[in-house]
């Protein structure tokens, strides 16, 4: 069975920064899916915010984040890691990460993210 945690998220204020991590386990867990990270805010649907190929070598990034979050990824620790800078109040959500296109059995846990103005 896939697990995938994700951790690093918190309270900061306006302007400030995070890193997100994702470990993925289990079977059939790859380093060869495209994973995303993604968010829920409350009373709004969970979207898509950035993903990243296999290899690193192919990004998207959502408008609303483009230019302050980076996605990357350490295949050798079954990882997916989500730098988010200069956050605002309105990234204020629980960002989980998943096979890009998702696979409802994958959800984890997610991390909250809160961004105080």
């Known amino acids: 069975q896939v697990q995938l945690a994700e951790s690093g998220g918190g309270l900061v204020q306006a302007g400030g920064s995070l890193r997100l991590s994702c470990e993925g386990s289990g079977r059939p867990y790859s380093s060869f899916w495209t994973m995303g990270w993604f968010r829920q805010a409350p009373k709004k649907e969970r979207e898509l915010v950035a993903s990243?190929?296999?290899?690193?070598?192919?990004?998207y990034y959502s408008d609303s984040v483009k230019g302050r979050f980076t996605i990357s990824r350490d295949n050798a620790e079954n990882a997916v890691y989500l730098q988010m800078n200069s956050l605002r109040s309105e990234d204020t959500a629980v960002y989980y990460c998943n096979k890009n296109p998702p696979v409802n059995d994958y959800w984890g846990r997610g991390t909250q993210v809160t961004v105080s103005s």
């Open positions: 990243i190929n296999y290899n690193g070598e192919d990004t």
